[in-house]
């Protein structure tokens, strides 16, 4: 486990949404009061955003665990972008969910719990970012490539079963390929280039590619109070795991940690 500033890193095992319950007791100075709370009004509700091909119903679990142990918090797990909707642009996402947490925001003047799951964790950092009054007070990220993604899985083989992860970036690179969400993350080290002119969402977000907006996205994301990022090893999908804390390959796929990155990477990003 590491801090800076206000971001905690939790360096552990890969867990379907179901397995997130073991997290919550590490989570719960963090995310909801580890004391009972004297009137229902102390417990700030909690917003819940699902990954790729899941849906609300992925986090159910989640959902009884808080209302048993926490009971009178507001938990709401959007159902947005569900199973295949999820291959939707992460921009079209970001504005879906962007209308969605408005008015559960508006009715908690004392801020709201963020907690994203997997490629929900990008969408709610891109949200963050160009959400100019929001009230997060949390934002926990469950295994997000936020980093963006380059390794096989088995999603990526059913969606473009002639490419790997070699030569995918002639389809995600193209305009063709920026209309699919794992497309929009998809950071191939060996094209660089081609990463930062095709990009039309990662490379933004991270600062990248140089736009007007840059400034004010990142005033906006650092007004939340917490940054939260969950990822490990065993991951299997993440790749590299440690993208779910901001690390990359290099051009050699050797691992440059956050800490470890260009500092001109440091200076474009908007994260902090």
Not at 209 to 224: S, Y
Request: net charge negative; hydrophobic share 40%; proline share 7%.
């Amino acid at each position: 486990m590491k801090s800076c500033g206000s971001m905690l890193g939790l360096r552990g095992l890969r867990l379907p949404p179901a397995g997130i319950l073991l997290l919550l007791p590490f989570l719960q100075p963090r995310v909801l009061p580890a004391a009972p709370a004297p009137h229902r009004a102390s417990y700030k509700p909690v917003i819940v955003v699902h990954g790729l091909f899941d849906s609300s119903y992925s986090f159910r679990h989640l959902l009884e665990y808080i209302n048993e142990t926490h009971p009178g918090t507001v938990v709401t797990v959007l159902d947005l972008f569900d199973g295949r909707e999820s291959l939707r642009p992460l921009w079209e996402q970001v504005q879906g969910f962007g209308e969605a947490v408005a008015p559960i925001m508006a009715k908690a003047p004392e801020g709201v719990h963020l907690i994203c799951y997997s490629q929900g964790g990008l969408v709610c950092r891109a949200l963050l970012s160009v959400m100019d009054e929001h009230n997060v007070d949390s934002f926990i990220s469950l295994s997000s490539p936020q980093m963006g993604q380059y390794g096989d899985t088995d999603y990526l083989k059913w969606l473009f079963p002639t490419s790997m992860r070699s030569n995918l970036y002639r389809i995600c690179y193209s305009p063709w390929g920026q209309e699919f969400s794992i497309c929009n993350y998809w950071h191939d080290p060996h094209h660089d280039d081609l990463y930062l002119n095709a990009s039309s969402f990662l490379a933004l977000i991270n600062g990248e590619r140089d736009h007007p907006n840059a400034t004010a996205w990142r005033k906006n994301f650092l007004r939340v109070g917490r940054l939260v990022l969950i990822g490990g090893p065993d991951d299997g999908v993440i790749t590299p795991w440690q993208s779910s804390f901001f690390g990359f390959y290099d051009a050699n796929e050797t691992v440059l940690e956050m800490e470890e990155q260009p500092a001109e990477a440091g200076k474009r990003e908007t994260r902090f």
